[in-house]
């Protein structure tokens, strides 16, 4: 059973960085899949951010990609959320979860997600 | 930018039929899933490729596709269903998520 788990601090200063780690357990990820990264602001709706397979290839949604870098480290199961110049509009609860993409840009649904972490950006 | 709408809120009275539509340009070319999330809680799957069902999610939730809009159905809703719900599809390299619909059951 595939299980995420997604760590990093509660609280940024903009123009920071927002730093994320999601922890697999259950399944290694240098075996397959792609794995992304979702948030939800409060009171509003989801929100794709990127996602990355084993081989290191990524796909960004295109109004974060100039401030997005998501990794994988493979030694330690884990991929990796970086999000540059940081502000209030970027405080969310952010998800990582497993991206069964079948055709890019056709098919693909998110399945299993992690608990969520609340990233709250302020000075 | 590719978008997917969907109502803002649906009421429902529990055992009755509850219907969440989801539409976008040329989403009948593509395939759609939908996600169950309630407060304080990850989303979870109930939908993928239009009509499947991930094993665990009730046969209550079923999905289906007409055109250009796809439609989450619950039968026989439930208080426990009451939750959040989105739409979710593809579209060139990227993925887009529907507005969200706030499913009411009282």
């Known amino acids: 059973q595939v299980q995420l788990q997604e760590s990093g601090p509660g609280l940024v200063k903009p123009p920071g960085t927002l730093s994320l780690t999601c922890t697999v357990s259950g399944y290694s990820i240098r075996n397959g899949y792609w794995w992304g990264w979702v948030r939800r602001p409060p009171g509003k709706g989801l929100e794709w951010i990127g996602s990355i397979y084993n081989s290191g290839r990524t796909y960004y949604n295109p109004s974060l990609k100039s401030r997005v870098t998501i990794l994988l480290d493979t030694s330690k199961n884990q991929i990796s959320l970086r999000l540059r110049s940081v502000t209030a509009a970027d405080t969310a609860v952010y998800f990582c979860a497993r991206d069964v993409l079948q055709q890019m840009g056709v098919n693909n649904w998110f399945d299993p997600w992690g608990q969520g972490t609340l990233v709250t950006v302020s000075s | 930018s590719y978008e997917l709408t969907q109502p803002h809120s649906v009421s429902v009275s529990p055992g009755q039929t509850a219907s969440i539509t989801c539409s976008g340009d040329k989403l009948g070319d593509r395939y759609a899933c939908w996600y169950q999330q309630k407060p304080g809680q990850s989303p979870v799957l109930v939908i993928y490729e239009n009509t499947k069902r991930p094993s665990g999610i009730p046969e209550r939730f079923s999905g289906s596709i007409s055109g250009n809009t796809a439609t989450l159905t619950i039968s026989g809703t439930r208080t426990m269903d009451e939750a959040d719900y989105f739409c979710?599809?593809?579209?060139?390299?990227?993925?887009?998520f529907g507005g969200g619909t706030k499913l009411t059951v009282l």
């Open positions: 979710q599809a593809g579209d060139s390299s990227a993925v887009v």
